[in-house]
């Protein structure tokens, strides 16, 4: 099983400076809680762009299940990362028999443009009120958020992708909180061939 969480030291906020404080105090409190190896796939209902709910449980009946999580339809990197897992993850995912799907706290009419967008093949599931971000302690406070999500909340979540087999354990988590772009689509097939 694989874990990474990247950790990049942040500079000291300025003694002024109460909300930076804040800000840091609570994502370094995270960081022991945040989702890891071993951990459980949460049974959760997402609500697909165009097909509606989907059940998590149900899904990894019928195979693996890898989860993007992304911010929102209009955030540059996370449109640059779906685009690049179309290319170049989802085809390897569909011959080992595994399911994609990108979650964001988004509303779902909103992600079907990114959906249609970018032509994705797979699924790009809305979880509103954060209770599969908030299971796996990826989500922060962004104020203002609610009005991008189109949502009564104003949590994002961390970039991370996270692979669960099919009986919900996880395998494989790989959290970005500084920032840096998701994973590397080779690192995600090859954490799913590992699970046969």
């Not at 804040?22 to 165009?50: C, M, N, T, Y």
């Not at 009419?109 to 970018?118: G, Q, S, T």
Request: positive net charge; contains cysteine; charged residues 25%.
């Amino acid at each position: 099983m694989t874990s990474a969480v990247r950790k990049t030291a942040l500079p000291a906020p300025r003694r002024g400076d109460a909300d930076a404080l804040r800000r840091q105090f609570e994502r370094d409190a995270i960081w022991h809680r945040i989702v890891k190896p071993g951990d459980r796939l949460p049974s959760e209902v997402l609500l697909e762009a165009d097909l509606g709910p989907i059940h998590l449980d149900r899904l990894r009946m019928t195979g693996p299940i890898v989860l993007v999580f992304v911010r929102h339809a209009s955030s540059e990197p996370c449109n640059v990362t779906l685009a690049r897992y179309q290319r170049d993850l989802a085809p390897g995912l569909d011959d080992l028999g595994a399911h994609l799907v990108a979650v964001s706290p988004q509303v779902p009419h909103r992600l079907a443009e990114v959906k249609r967008r970018h032509d994705l093949s797979y699924f790009v599931a809305a979880d509103v009120r954060h209770t599969l971000i908030d299971a796996f302690n990826l989500g922060f406070a962004e104020p203002g958020a609610e009005a991008v999500l189109g949502a009564r909340y104003a949590v994002l979540p961390f970039p991370a992708v996270v692979v669960a087999d099919r009986a919900g354990v996880v395998h494989f988590a790989d959290v970005r909180p500084d920032g840096e772009p998701h994973t590397k689509p080779s690192r995600v097939l090859a954490a799913v061939r590992a699970l046969s």
